[in-house]
């Protein structure tokens, strides 16, 4: 920009990541409109925004039904029931004057004839020309109009130095347009470009842009890969006797995507370097017996592990596993929650701070400023979307431990203190091309086989009306031994009345199921009756569960083979597919078919529509995944991870999947070749938008 704008306007600006010339110049259109034609209003197409020019009559306020700006011009009104003062005197001069207004939006038939409501308009002379290309229109945020905006915009790109940041090889190779040329076309497109093509953002122009963001993405997650690699870590042997000795008595077979996936992670472990690897699995695929097999690891080396859970429930259910699994051995661990009295935390904490090994599991309550460990070497993270990248970098810094106290384990000769390794996992995959974009920062293992015997869990509709049948399913899969859960979207009534409550429901149920032992769980209640009340669920001393989304994670009652998911419609597809996992966890003989209903009130919503449909269609969390995708798109799917990694713009992964591959090869040979020219590619495009990809 020629000039520092005045700081209400930079505030503005700000919002929309725009500080400098270059900024504005890639501040692109997300689409344009047509006002190089005029069209009479009495050929308007319905439906259809178009540019209308009449001379203005009169210009005056209305009363009815509420107050309103109604401009009269010829064969036209326009209607605005929000307007300023000053329009309406101006609006009276111009109509004096006989000027005439141009106006762009839907004409729509009125009381007075032809009208649009709210268009965007302009007042012009006799003779004003038109437009000689389509007019471009940009994202902007509150109390920036367009027209200021593409007015900074144009100015910008006429001042912007766009000098080419890839070299040309690399533009032949991939048939690039020249960057400068594509940029100035989209933001002036020719006389003849196609509104259709731009808006969808198709041809050369927009092939190029995309190209280059998908490039920078690329660049600046493969940077920040390298930029950990470079750190030093403990290297964590996996020939100690606690491994040996627990593989040697494991009473089940890994299976082989299990034993793929520990093998990656042990490799990794045994690197001077901190790991920094996902693991992913379906539910039910077996990824927490090869977390304990990294923690022997860590422990073995006479070292610490921590395991960090997003919800109570989640971390006892882990503290359960890992001291049946490695409780016989011997492995000490220390379990940190809210639950815990002062003299209890106390204990915990002196000794995390002592140097001897020792495995922590927690949730949030490891973050807290007077937690810390004196030699972590492995940090993992389950349900790793569920924490924020500050969290997670957080749990990374506790661990950084001088260089002097690393012991038995192997010292790398480097200056900096080790890193502890990390290991996050997810039961919710990953699909291929958010994992090739946005996860291009970690090493990526995948459970993609369920252990033996497990039984598929079958998924049914049912209306609300159908209430008295769900109800008699349950009498009868409780009668023959079963437990089954009952899953309602809030705790206590909504505004609008409309959701059925927990506790609505715990109380109606109680009522209508007389003869059955019914409990209530919610992420409200006090930790040692949430505890209480899963205790009593384990041994079958409740039957039916009735709780709100808290039993999504960390939830494993083998004999639960029936679910109800109250209003069905209103839950995530992520979230209903972990949600059905929590049944079908039996394996073997005693293994019954698991029912999953989804209890939904019509009438549908298209996507509520749609997310039934794929759930009740598939039970591969993959396929699922892929759907959540493509119908909430990365934004959403990624969660809190987007709070430290760039979201694309302009490039659609779906869409631009092909387009995504050559960027990452393009990424790969440009940082080995020519560095210094990959660092000034993504300074280009994520100065103002990338913030920390540390994690």
């Not at 600046?220 to 008595?249: E, Q, V």
């Not at 089954?484 to 979207?489: E, F, I, M, Q």
């Not at 790969?668 to 020519?674: A, G, I, Q, W």
């Amino acid at each position: 920009m020629k000039r520092e704008p005045a700081p209400a306007l930079a505030k503005k600006l700000a919002k929309l990541g725009l500080r400098s010339s270059q900024d504005l110049a890639l501040h692109l259109p997300h689409r344009y409109e047509d006002e190089t034609r005029l069209t009479a209003p009495e050929l308007a197409p319905a439906g259809k925004p178009v540019l209308v020019e009449a001379r203005l009559e009169r210009a005056e306020l209305a009363y009815r039904p509420k107050r309103q700006l109604v401009v009269h011009a010829e064969g036209l009104v326009l209607r605005f029931l929000n307007f300023y003062g000053s329009q309406l005197k101006a609006l009276q001069r111009a109509a004096e004057e006989g000027l005439l207004v141009r106006a762009y939006g839907e004409v729509r038939p009125g009381f007075f004839g032809a009208e649009m409501v709210h268009p965007r308009y302009r007042v012009v002379p006799v003779g004003e020309p038109l437009a000689q290309a389509l007019t471009p229109v940009y994202p902007t945020t509150a109390g920036l109009s367009q027209y200021a905006l593409r007015k900074l915009v144009l100015e910008a790109l006429d001042e912007a130095l766009l000098e080419d940041t890839l070299p040309e090889p690399l533009r032949q190779r991939h048939a690039l347009a020249g960057i400068a040329e594509s940029i100035r076309a989209l933001h002036r497109p020719a006389p003849d470009a196609s509104t259709a093509e731009l808006t969808e953002r198709g041809g050369e122009a927009w092939r190029r842009v995309k190209f280059d963001e998908l490039l920078a993405q690329q660049l600046s997650m493969r940077m920040a890969y390298r930029a950990r690699r470079s750190r030093n870590a403990l290297a964590l042997p996996s020939s100690g006797p606690l491994l040996k000795r627990f593989l040697g008595k494991l009473p089940f077979r890994l299976t082989r995507a299990q034993s793929r996936a520990m093998a990656e992670i042990l490799r990794d472990l045994a690197q001077p370097h901190p790991m920094q690897r996902l693991l992913q699995g379906d539910v039910g695929s077996g990824k927490t017996i090869v977390a304990a097999i990294g923690c022997l690891v860590a422990i073995d080396a006479g070292c610490q592990a921590a395991v960090l859970a997003p919800t109570e429930i989640l971390a006892e259910q882990h503290l359960r596993k890992f001291s049946e699994w490695l409780g016989p051995l011997g492995v000490p661990i220390a379990w940190l929650h809210g639950g815990l009295t002062a003299a209890e935390k106390k204990a915990v904490l002196k000794r995390l701070q002592s140097p001897t090994p020792v495995l922590a599991i927690g949730t949030h309550a490891l973050f807290q400023k007077k937690v810390a460990f004196s030699r972590l070497a492995l940090a993992i993270v389950d349900e790793q979307h569920r924490f924020g990248v500050e969290q997670r970098l957080a749990l990374r810094r506790k661990g950084e431990i001088s260089s002097a106290e690393t012991g038995s384990a192997q010292t790398p000769s480097r200056s900096t203190p080790p890193a502890p390794h990390q290991l996050m996992m997810s039961a919710t995959p990953i699909p291929r091309t958010l994992s090739m974009s946005y996860f291009a920062d970690l090493d990526v293992s995948t459970i993609d086989e369920l252990p033996p015997g497990r039984r598929s869990v079958a998924t049914r509709l049912a209306a609300n009306g159908r209430r008295a049948e769900v109800l008699q399913r349950i009498r009868e899969a409780c009668a023959e031994g079963q437990q089954a859960y009952w899953v309602c979207p809030v705790i206590e009534e909504s505004k609008t009345g409309e959701l059925q409550t927990a506790l609505d429901t715990f109380e109606s149920l109680r009522l209508e199921l007389k003869n059955l032992r019914v409990g209530l769980l919610h992420g409200r209640l006090p930790a040692a009756e949430k505890a209480q009340t899963m205790q009593a669920f384990s041994e079958g001393k409740i039957q039916l569960l009735v709780a709100t989304t808290v039993i999504e994670v960390g939830v494993d009652v083998p004999n639960a083979s029936l679910m109800v998911i109250e209003h069905a419609e209103r839950f995530g597809l992520a979230q209903l597919h972990q949600l059905r996992g929590r049944i079908g966890r039996a394996s073997g003989a005693t293994a019954r078919e698991s029912v999953c209903i989804l209890l939904y009130a019509a009438p549908l919503s298209a996507s509520a529509r749609a997310r039934l449909r794929a759930i009740f269609e598939t039970r591969d969390g993959f396929e699922i995944a892929r759907q959540d995708l493509l119908q909430r798109g990365p934004g959403e799917v990624l969660g809190q991870r987007q709070s430290g990694v760039p979201l694309l713009r302009y490039a659609d992964l779906e869409k631009d999947a092909s387009l995504a591959l050559e960027a990452r090869e393009a990424a790969r040979r440009l940082l080995d070749e020519e560095p210094q020219v990959a660092r000034h590619h993504v300074e280009r495009w994520l100065a103002s938008r990338h913030e920390n990809a540390q994690v």
